[in-house]
């Protein structure tokens, strides 16, 4: 038998615990306390090295931000683009912040946090090429990363297709005649120009419009739910606005995100 005052604090005691906020267990993490997450580090303005050697770009500031929030330290793994999936299933990371295209395929095989990016392939190519819409890529040799929506995109357009581990080596081969073009996503591709002052130009207009999503193991709603919060949040008091059109010029965030299948 308790007293009402015993009574009283042990319902007050619930109450703040029913408040309270996830813990770093609830959220389903591979290590309590860190999130995991997958990037290549290698795909500006994505994922990059600063000039101090740290990681940079649109998908490093926006996780980075969302650990914040949720009160977890962020950890990348640096992985290929064409192994991110893999990483993934098999448990070597929470989550993925590569320049991923939600697509119906692999939402079969992930779960998709809210879209956070609106883009769309574009080609890369040079001034001579006379390259400039997806009709002109039948029968030219076209570089995309390997595994991406790009190289599908290329194939399908009649191209010959050749793979990359990275963006920046298929941009290099194009820069050094080795290709006609490159099929990119448009944020990146005027980043590349712009940036890094290469001398090439884009298409007209884009090939496709997509979102880009955060992939998240099957199976794990909480953190799904978490990470979605954090990035409401985050559009909300326009932080994610401000980290974006900091390094791009631009807000991002698509008008109707994809919204996560749980």
Not at 45 to 72: H, N, Q, T, W, Y
Not at 181 to 207: F, H
């Amino acid at each position: 038998m308790i007293s009402r005052r015993q009574f009283s604090l042990l319902a007050v005691g619930i109450g703040l615990t029913l408040a309270a906020p996830a813990s770093a267990a609830d959220f389903e993490l591979i290590q309590p306390g860190k999130l995991l997450v997958a990037t290549q580090g290698t795909f500006a303005p994505f994922s990059m090295r600063g000039p101090d050697g740290e990681l940079d770009g649109l998908e490093i500031r926006v996780v980075k931000e969302i650990a914040r929030r949720l009160k977890l330290e962020y950890t990348p793994v640096i992985t290929q683009f064409d192994a991110a999936l893999v990483g993934l299933l098999s448990g070597q990371y929470d989550m993925t912040s590569v320049s991923m295209d939600i697509t119906a395929a692999r939402q079969k095989q992930v779960t998709f946090a809210d879209g956070w990016l609106a883009s769309g392939a574009m080609i890369l190519t040079r001034k001579t090429t006379g390259i400039r819409t997806g009709d002109d890529l039948k029968g030219k040799n076209v570089g995309a990363v390997a595994a991406s929506t790009f190289g599908k995109i290329a194939e399908q357009s009649g191209a010959t297709l050749k793979s990359y581990k990275a963006e920046v080596d298929a941009v290099q081969d194009l820069v050094n005649d080795n290709l006609d073009a490159v099929v990119t996503d448009a944020v990146a591709a005027n980043y590349a120009i712009k940036a890094r002052k290469l001398p090439l130009v884009t298409g007209e207009g884009t090939l496709s419009q997509v979102q880009k999503g955060f992939a998240i193991q099957k199976g794990k709603p909480n953190l799904t739910k978490a990470i979605n919060g954090a990035l409401a949040d985050m559009i909300a008091d326009g932080t994610y606005a401000r980290l974006t059109t900091d390094l791009i010029g631009f807000d991002p965030h698509p008008k109707e995100p994809i919204r996560s299948e749980l």
